[in-house]
Structure formats: C-alpha cells, structure tokens
C-alpha cells in the first residue's frame, strides 16, 4: 500500500533521530499493508548491517531485523550444530504457523513481529515460550531489557516508548536445553492461530507454560519441580492466571472456545512432558470434572 505522506526515508539506527511523525521500518510487511494517513518518515533499518543471528555457549541472539526465513534455516545450519538444544525444535512450527508465503517469510522479521504485538504473532508465542529478552534503544543513548512475555502488554500493545528502538532478542541457552512441548489450534487449516501454547521441562525439573494467540498477551505458569500439577491443579491455575476479559475475541475465535482449548491444551503440554497418561474425554478434554464435551468451567479473575 502506497503512504502518500511520506516525506522522507531516512537509514539509520540511532533512535536519538526520531521525531513525531516517524516509524522504524524493517521487513514493512505490516506497515505497509495497514498504511498511514499521519507517517511523515520512515526510520529505516534494512542497511543496519546486523548479524541475523549469533550463536554461543550463552544461546542465540536474533537481530531484530533477522527474517522469518532466517530463522526457519538454523536448526539445520552448522552454527547450531552439534548442541543439544531440543527448544530449536519450536522454531519450525512457530515459523509454520504465520501460514505465510515465502515472499512475506524474506521481507517480515522477528522484531517486526514482537512490535506490531497482536496475539496471534508466533515470534512472541516462540520468543516468550523460550523466556527470551528483548534489548531496547532510547533516544538518550540508554538501553534496557525486558522479558518478552512482559514486553507485549495488549492486543496491538507493548512496552516500547516514542522512539524506543528493539535491537535483538536473547534466547538462553537454559531455556534452548529444556524439553519441550508445541500446541497450535486454528479454526481453519490456513487461519489464523486461535490458540498456542508452549510448555518447558527445565533442567531443574520446573514445569513452565506459556499461553499465546487465546489471550491479548503471553501468560506463563510456572510450577516448581516439588509441586507438580495434576490435571485439577493445572486448571485452576490457567483460571486464577487468565481471567475471562484477557481471552481474545475476533473472528479466529470466540473467548469461550479460547478458554476450553486452553485448558485441553494446556493438559496435553502437562501429560507430555511428564509422562502421563492424557486425561481427555470424547474429543474434548473436560477440566477437573464433567460428562464428555461439557464446556470447562469459567476460570475465575485474577486478584
């Protein structure tokens, strides 16, 4: 889509350069696709020359402006081979499911996609599921890091402020060495994730879930290793953690089938990585009671 108040298209990286008026553009898969009526410049970051991605005994760090291709190449590449790292095994599915063509797989990028933070983002569902941290420019020359399950805040929402640039995000190498665990639900084959869930057996027995797509932002539960949920437990905790308005509502899916198939899949995460038995009745698991495709108890809020 053409933005015929642009003036001006400026190469730079250094945040203290931006003004009203301006946004940072990357891959532009989104930019320019929704387009502007009040954009007067575009800070542009395709000549930054950052390295996609770099490798070390501390993990993976992705360049904001690494692409979805880039990303989709390196668990086959040699500059992860050789680690034993059973978290690479998200990267694939979280790529898979942009259900995008290859064209916009080269042009969009990971921060592009931790920026425009819509719930359905798989690069937040990916980056949040491994506790990745994002590392954040000021315009004063400062930075920061956050946690990017805290970095995105709402529906189209995050915690950036004006002119605040994402340089890279850090996938840790604990994370990368957990067991690890992958549930996707769309209303259709080539939709939109409805649901998406991440789970995490961590070197120290913990048990992590994070919950993407079903809700305006990422949750995670975490369970210590001397405290294991069963599948009551585990349902509980997703309601006191998810209260009914943070469930997400559109056309990919109403807040109530959110909530069930969080909970299924949830349980699912929790049987497979410890080695139990699925506890599911007819097509649908059922919660901590209920006859066979009864809907799931409505969570309570969060205090």
Not at 15 to 26: H, I, K, N, S, V
Not at 115 to 129: D, H, N, Q, V
Not at 192 to 221: E, F, H, Y
Request: proline share 8%; net charge negative; aromatic share 6%.
């Amino acid at each position: 889509m053409d933005m015929n108040t642009i003036e001006a298209v400026v190469p730079t990286t250094d945040p203290a350069e931006w003004r009203d008026g301006d946004a940072w553009l990357a891959g532009g898969t989104v930019l320019f696709s929704y387009g502007s009526t009040v954009l007067k410049r575009l800070l542009d970051l395709g000549e930054a020359g950052w390295p996609a991605v770099t490798v070390d005994d501390a993990g993976i760090e992705l360049a904001a402006t690494c692409t979805v291709a880039e990303l989709y190449a390196l668990p086959a590449s040699e500059a992860v081979a050789g680690r034993k790292w059973p978290g690479l095994d998200l990267f694939r599915p979280c790529c898979d499911s942009f259900v995008a063509s290859f064209k916009v797989w080269n042009m969009s990028t990971v921060g592009g996609n931790l920026c425009t933070s819509l719930p359905a983002g798989p690069m937040i569902s990916l980056c949040a599921g491994l506790d990745a941290t994002a590392t954040i420019l000021a315009p004063g020359g400062s930075s920061r890091t956050v946690p990017v399950a805290a970095f995105v805040t709402g529906d189209g929402q995050n915690g950036l402020a004006p002119g605040e640039l994402l340089r890279s995000i850090h996938l840790p190498a604990s994370s990368l060495s957990s067991k690890v665990a992958f549930r996707r639900l769309s209303l259709s084959n080539l939709g939109r994730s409805g649901v998406l869930l991440i789970g995490r057996r961590d070197a120290d027995g913990g048990l992590v879930i994070t919950v993407t797509a079903a809700t305006k932002r990422p949750v995670q539960l975490r369970f210590a290793a001397a405290v294991m949920p069963g599948p009551a437990a585990l349902a509980a905790a997703v309601g006191r953690a998810i209260p009914a308005e943070l469930y997400h509502n559109d056309i990919h899916g109403l807040p109530e089938w959110r909530r069930d198939m969080t909970l299924r899949l949830a349980e699912e995460i929790r049987a497979e990585l410890l080695e139990e038995r699925l506890t599911v009745s007819g097509d649908f698991w059922t919660g901590p009671s209920g006859p066979p495709h009864a809907t799931s108890p409505q969570p309570s809020a969060q205090p």
